[in-house]
């Protein structure tokens, strides 16, 4: 096939899936779901014009690396920390439980032992792009039961990964040949694993420092990063998305990690849309697809209800509330994308055929699509339910305090504005988060300990909901660029007392109207300051000369600071500092 013909089958995907994207995003559908329907249509399922080869083969490996590697980027172990040992005890009993009753599912419906296994294997995994998508959109993710579940999904994804290396594995033959196999494979991902980890405390932190504030760089750097641990992970006979996964995984711990996620998910999701219409292409025909149709219906019904019971129990369980049991059970029933995932690679490994890809297709658009509707009313139907539940209760429920900014300050920008506010927000709010793009900024901050902070820009969803700026109280914006600003009044609560800044007289008189609490004028207050001290030099110079020692000893002490953190270069601005001051006070006694 020609070089033209591949790159046309690569523009025919991309075209379909943004259109049938945009129809399944009216109905409120995943774009996961638009993507594998975009390989069914084009595949030989429906029209049969695009090959599963060359150009579209070579960006769906692509897409799968990329995907792991956004999962490790989302693995940050602090926001579990909290509940860790339940998250643990729930995600190893589920795994367990659900694998055997998709087991005893497939039994029954009569499949052979090696599809057995395969659909065994595939179907536990929750859809952790859709579940934390929606619950994020939802504001949900850093609720108790969004904790758990993303705690759970971590646990699945590490599990994922060594199915995945597994079956990837060259020698499956018998159970021996499984067990030296898996061994190797645990063995090898603890030596990387163990490097990931290393690498963020010791290495990434200094390397990331440097280059943070160029954005450009910054990003290239990160992907650098996947593509070494794909190229160790490859030299270690891994598969190499095993590498792309823990590369992610190093950098998720870092401050960093919410504006790289931001900052990779648009790239992530362009070779995400090949990958999964790839799975799409790999289904022989429509005959395929259909051939256990009302196995697939049965299944997922089975599986949906009984996953459902099985989280509901094992949440329950740890002692959490029913109302947290219930959200957190009901978010994780669906059948996910990655029983499609290991399906190809069952199909490659020869274990099975493509009407079992069809079957495991089948049960993940069905249960995918369902689960988007209850996990968006998961609320309005456990309100529903709620009296029938509230038999569950036994009274002695301990759920977890977990961590999240409530009833706080939020200081957009970290200068000279912020600075001399943040005392005084720290006396009236619980707790005062700063958000900056500046590494020197941040050191500063993480040196202090006395603020939380969000390292990112502003303008990056992920980054306003770390710092939870919809249930912020107070917030303060140092930004001039009326956008931002516009932004920050539109999204935060209407309760909320807001201070924002402006240069020019129309942009704040634009900011009032949208509801702004205070616009403060820089070129105004400086004006102001300006006549203050030129009255007081003219009627009190003594004052003046205190005044004005006030200010050089607070730029002092940043300069010192500044030495301290970077050396010889901030240490030559300081002696020019002083230089100037002696200068100024020799002026002043005369």
């Not at 084009?42 to 049969?48: E, F, Q, T, Y």
């Not at 516009?486 to 129309?506: G, K, M, P, Q």
């Not at 004006?527 to 050089?552: C, G, H, M, N, P």
Request: hydrophobic fraction near 50%; avoid cysteine; glycine fraction near 6%.
């Amino acid at each position: 096939m020609s070089e033209i013909a591949l790159a046309a089958d690569f523009a025919i995907i991309v075209v379909v899936a943004t259109v049938i994207g945009l129809l399944a995003r009216q109905t409120g559908q995943p774009t996961i779901i638009a993507y594998i329907l975009t390989g069914i249509l084009l595949g030989p399922v429906a029209l049969d014009i695009v090959t599963n080869e060359g150009l579209v083969e070579l960006m769906g490996d692509l897409g799968f690396a990329f995907l792991l590697f956004l999962l490790g980027l989302k693995m940050r172990f602090e926001d579990i920390r909290e509940i860790l040992p339940s998250v643990t005890n729930i995600a190893f009993g589920q795994t367990v439980m659900q694998t055997a009753l998709a087991f005893l599912v497939a039994l029954a419906l009569g499949f052979d032992t090696n599809e057995i296994l395969v659909i065994s294997l595939a179907t536990v995994f929750g859809a952790t792009p859709i579940i934390v998508k929606i619950l994020t959109d939802k504001d949900e993710i850093t609720s108790l039961p969004g904790k758990i579940d993303v705690g759970v999904l971590i646990v699945q994804d590490i599990y994922l990964v060594v199915v995945l290396a597994l079956f990837t594995a060259d020698d499956l033959g018998n159970a021996s040949e499984i067990a030296s196999t898996l061994a190797v494979i645990l063995v090898m991902m603890s030596f990387i694993g163990i490097f990931s980890l290393l690498s963020s405390r010791y290495i990434l932190p200094q390397l990331f420092r440097r280059i943070a504030d160029n954005k450009d760089v910054f990003l290239i750097v990160a992907i650098a990063w996947a593509f070494l641990f794909v190229a160790i992970a490859e030299g270690s006979d891994l598969d190499p998305k095993v590498g792309a996964f823990l590369a992610g995984i190093s950098l998720a711990q870092l401050p960093y990690s919410k504006e790289l996620e931001d900052r990779i998910t648009p790239i992530t999701d362009f070779f995400i849309l090949v990958f999964f219409a790839t799975i799409g292409l790999q289904i022989d025909g429509l005959s395929s697809l259909l051939a256990y149709w009302w196995q697939a219906i049965v299944a997922s019904i089975i599986l949906m209800v009984g996953n459902f019971w099985i989280m509901f129990y094992l949440i329950d369980r740890e002692g959490f509330a029913v109302e947290t049991s219930f959200l957190g059970s009901i978010n994780m029933v669906q059948v996910s994308e990655f029983s499609l995932i290991v399906g190809a690679l069952a199909i490659d490994q020869g274990l099975i055929d493509s009407d079992i890809l069809g079957y495991l297709s089948l049960m993940a658009l069905l249960t995918m699509g369902i689960s988007t509707y209850i996990i968006a009313y998961n609320h309005a139907i456990y309100e529903r339910l709620e009296p029938w539940f509230r038999r569950f209760e036994s009274g002695d429920e301990k759920d977890a305090d977990i961590s999240r900014y409530e009833n706080h300050a939020v200081a957009i920008g970290y200068d000279e504005i912020t600075e001399r506010a943040l005392p005084l927000l720290e006396e009236h709010f619980e707790e005062v988060v700063i958000i900056d793009r500046q590494t020197d900024h941040i050191e500063e901050l993480e040196e202090e300990g006395r603020y939380e902070y969000v390292f990112g820009d502003f303008r990056h969803t992920e980054v306003r909901k770390e710092s939870n700026l919809k249930g912020a109280e107070f917030v303060l914006s140092s930004s001039v660029e009326r956008e931002v600003n516009e932004a920050l009044l539109a999204e935060v609560n209407e309760d909320a007392t807001v201070f924002v800044e402006a240069e020019r007289i129309d942009d704040a008189r634009a900011l009032y109207d949208r509801g702004a609490t205070y616009v403060i004028m820089t070129s105004h207050l400086a004006a102001e300051k300006l006549s203050e001290y030129v009255e007081l030099y003219v009627t009190d110079q003594t004052s003046f000369d205190e005044a004005i020692s006030r200010d050089i000893d607070a730029i002092e002490a940043r300069q010192h600071r500044a030495v301290r953190r970077f050396g010889d270069d901030a240490e030559d601005d300081t002696e020019t500092l002083e230089d100037g001051d002696q200068r100024q006070g020799g002026e002043s006694d005369g």
